[in-house]
């Protein structure tokens, strides 16, 4: 797996859109960007999965460059319910081995 | 759909007393995984089992046991707990489809274990 990097916490208020960006510089051609997110005392859940360009669904955006040695998730509109923990991870398909790194902390205040 | 279940979800153990974490899923996913949270730390992979028969090592596999009983249950087993083993357990299964990009994990709701 590609290693990845994201800040360790981001605060914000509600309403606000929240950016994480996570650099992953030895991507491979076949790789893609998957986020996850976490809430205190469950397990983490699907976000969004992008390859390249712009991908878009009814929780999030993920940008990705052309070089795709970065993405950034966004979350618009925050609440206090998105203050959770953020995951980025980079893989392909036969990728048995997922593992996830510290993750961003966002805590959304009022 | 019940996904990903785990039991128990709470556990205490002494040092030296052993037990089996169990994780089923409906979804009839091939894949199933097991990880470990420490406090304020992400997920670090334990054993996962690509497919019902397979199984292999993880990040940190030193302590447990598994075993994919068939496609729908994978279960942790800690023969000698010790106190480092003190974390919340998750077990996942991975979804089978048929498009590009790697398959979505879903998880259960975790397991906290203490072990004194």
Same mark, same amino acid.
């Not at chain 1, 309403?15 to 005392?41: K, L, M, R």
């Not at chain 2, 993880?58 to 974390?87: D, H, W």
């Given at each position: 797996l590609a290693k990845t990097t994201q800040?360790?916490?981001?605060?914000?208020?509600?309403?606000?859109?929240?950016?994480?960006?996570c650099s992953h510089n030895n991507i491979a051609t076949n790789d893609y960007i998957t986020w996850?997110?976490?809430?205190?005392?469950?397990?983490?859940?699907?976000?969004?999965q992008g390859y390249?360009?712009?991908?878009?669904?009814?929780? @999030?955006?993920?940008?990705i460059?052309?070089d795709r040695k970065s993405s950034?998730?966004?979350?618009?509109?925050?609440?206090?319910?998105?203050?959770?923990?953020?995951y980025c991870l980079v893989g392909r398909d036969n990728d048995?081995k997922l593992s996830f790194g510290?993750?961003?902390?966002?805590?959304?205040? @009022? | 759909?019940?996904?990903?279940?785990?039991?128990?979800?709470?556990?205490?153990?002494?040092?030296?007393?052993?037990?089996?974490?169990?994780? =089923?899923?409906?979804?009839?996913?091939?894949?199933?995984?097991?990880?470990?949270?420490?406090?304020?730390?992400?997920?670090?992979?334990?054993?996962?089992?690509?497919?019902?028969?397979?199984?292999?090592?993880?990040?940190?596999?030193?302590?447990?046991?598994?075993?994919?009983?068939?496609?729908?249950?994978?279960?942790?087993?800690?023969?000698?707990? =010790?106190?480092?083993?003190?974390?919340?357990?998750?077990?996942?299964?991975?979804?089978?489809?048929?498009? =590009?990009g790697p398959?979505?994990?879903?998880?259960?709701?975790?397991?906290?274990?203490?072990?004194?």
């Amino acid at each position: 797996l590609a290693k990845t990097t994201q800040p360790i916490s981001m605060d914000s208020y509600e309403g606000q859109e929240v950016n994480i960006t996570c650099s992953h510089n030895n991507i491979a051609t076949n790789d893609y960007i998957t986020w996850y997110q976490q809430f205190p005392s469950q397990g983490p859940r699907f976000i969004i999965q992008g390859y390249k360009t712009k991908v878009t669904n009814e929780v @999030a955006s993920l940008f990705i460059p052309a070089d795709r040695k970065s993405s950034t998730l966004s979350l618009p509109r925050v609440s206090l319910s998105d203050t959770a923990v953020y995951y980025c991870l980079v893989g392909r398909d036969n990728d048995y081995k997922l593992s996830f790194g510290a993750g961003t902390t966002v805590t959304v205040r @009022a | 759909n019940a996904g990903v279940t785990q039991t128990p979800k709470f556990q205490v153990l002494k040092t030296g007393q052993s037990m089996t974490l169990q994780c =089923a899923q409906d979804m009839n996913h091939n894949s199933m995984y097991w990880y470990r949270q420490d406090p304020g730390m992400g997920l670090r992979l334990i054993y996962y089992s690509a497919s019902e028969g397979t199984t292999d090592k993880g990040e940190v596999p030193n302590g447990y046991n598994v075993s994919r009983l068939n496609k729908r249950e994978f279960s942790l087993r800690l023969e000698s707990a =010790a106190p480092s083993q003190t974390s919340v357990y998750f077990c996942a299964s991975r979804e089978t489809k048929f498009r =590009a990009g790697p398959e979505k994990l879903f998880f259960g709701s975790g397991t906290q274990l203490s072990v004194l």
